[in-house]
């Protein structure tokens, strides 16, 4: 796809966004419990959290499709809603796109892109040429007369991509806009909506409750849950220092391990988990003698042949475990590997260790969190007993020949 095409959106200065203690209730529900977030002109920002965490009642509340019941938004400067003042939707210079696509089923595609630019007061020539443009920029230049029901779902979405870019608004917003299109468009259609979105200058706010699709495409991640807004970070810092349990476990996890704290140094712990030491970094204070779980992210997980592991001794630095699953994913392997009573998941390897096999998982520090687990304090000591060494009758016979 060209870079610069007659009509395509350029040149917006982004909507600087302020939301200040935004409250939203559905009967007994409450939807967005006292908010507050920050965005900056041209910023593209996800919404992560599960189903029913309140991300789209934000999005809609600042669209003005939804009134708060308390708190403000500003839009570059501008108070658009508070408990009284509501500036209606088509006052705020946004558009959005969402998960159904909603296009006009009795609009072509160039009336249904068209549409976006009736207030623009364009001439004729003018806006068809910025119609055309954007088509061509979506792909879908030779498509304009068709109607909807002519398209395939990602057409659909491209059509609606056009639609909300036409008019360069200043905030654009996304309402899951992949979850109904196949793996693979979704990467590329994902591709798209990021490269356009950034050229066209305007502020994003993006919602989904896939972890992945918000990593790949934010600037900044917020993370909701139960109607607050826990974390606001860059990708980076949510995922190696995560504000909230929740946030680390909504975030990618490889699996937990229930431990008691030996010593801190700075913000890293020791933790003994059974016969081993793991390193992670504390979330909130730990002192010596507190049971602590630890997150383990994938990235910290890297398995070892267990002959080859000099740390398969006592109290050393990894864990013993049996392969119970693996599976190819194109550009290596994801093993399964039961430690004990731990089981840790998605453990990337070039080379599949087989189902059975005897392995160590080696554990970087810099991908694990641990935070003090009160409740755990009362099966700790039925998990430490365990020995984390593999017993040999769960090991597959011919990796038990290879076994000290
Ligand atoms: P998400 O987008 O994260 O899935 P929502 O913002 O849709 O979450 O919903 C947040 C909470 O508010 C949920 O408990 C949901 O059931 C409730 N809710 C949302 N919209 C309505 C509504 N129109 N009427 C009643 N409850 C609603």
Not at 258 to 270: A, I, K, P
Not at 281 to 291: A, F, H, K, S, T
Not at 292 to 311: G, M, W
Not at 377 to 383: G, K, N, Q, S, T
Request: charged residues 25%.
């Amino acid at each position: 796809m060209t870079a610069s095409v007659q009509g395509s959106v350029q040149g917006t200065t982004g909507h600087r966004l302020e939301v200040a203690r935004a409250v939203k209730r559905f009967g007994a529900t409450t939807a967005l419990s006292g908010v507050d977030l920050a965005v900056e002109p041209g910023e593209f920002l996800v919404l992560l959290g599960p189903s029913g965490s309140g991300k789209s009642t934000l999005v809609r509340a600042l669209a003005g499709i939804e009134r708060l019941d308390a708190g403000r938004i500003h839009l570059s400067g501008q108070l658009v809603a508070d408990g009284n003042r509501h500036l209606a939707p088509e006052h705020r210079n946004l558009a959005m796109v969402f998960q159904d696509y909603a296009l006009w089923p009795h609009l072509t595609v160039e009336g249904n892109v068209g549409y976006a630019l009736r207030r623009r007061r364009l001439d004729a020539s003018t806006a068809r040429a910025r119609i055309g443009g954007v088509l061509e920029r979506v792909g879908l230049g030779r498509h304009g007369a068709r109607y909807p029901h002519e398209l395939s779902g990602g057409e659909q979405q491209r059509v609606a991509l056009a639609r909300a870019v036409v008019a360069e608004p200043q905030l654009l917003l996304f309402d899951e806009p992949l979850s109904n299109l196949d793996a693979d468009l979704r990467e590329r259609l994902r591709v798209e909506i990021a490269t356009l979105t950034r050229e066209s200058g305007a502020t994003a706010i993006y919602i989904t409750h896939d972890q992945t699709e918000a990593f790949a495409l934010a600037d900044t991640i917020g993370v909701l849950d139960h109607g607050e807004l826990v974390q606001l970070a860059t990708p980076e810092d949510v995922y190696r220092r995560p504000a909230t349990p929740f946030v680390a476990r909504f975030t990618g996890v490889a699996g937990e391990l229930v431990g008691t704290v030996v010593r801190v140094l700075g913000e890293t712990g020791e933790i003994r988990v059974g016969d081993l030491i793991v390193h992670a970094r504390c979330l909130g204070p730990l002192v010596e003698g507190d049971v602590a779980r630890v997150v383990v992210r994938p990235a910290a997980t890297s398995i070892v042949e267990h002959r080859e592991s000099p740390s398969f001794e006592r109290g050393s630095g990894a864990l013993s475990g049996v392969v119970t699953d693996v599976a190819y994913r194109g550009r290596g392997y994801d093993h399964v590997v039961a430690a004990g009573p731990w089981v840790l998941s998605a453990i990337h390897a070039a080379q599949a260790h087989p189902r059975g096999g005897a392995v160590g998982v080696l554990l970087d520090p810099e991908h694990c969190v641990a935070f003090a687990d009160a409740d755990a304090a009362r099966y700790i000591d039925d998990l430490t007993t365990v020995t984390l060494t593999v017993p040999r009758e769960r090991v597959a016979p011919e990796m038990a020949r290879r076994l000290p």
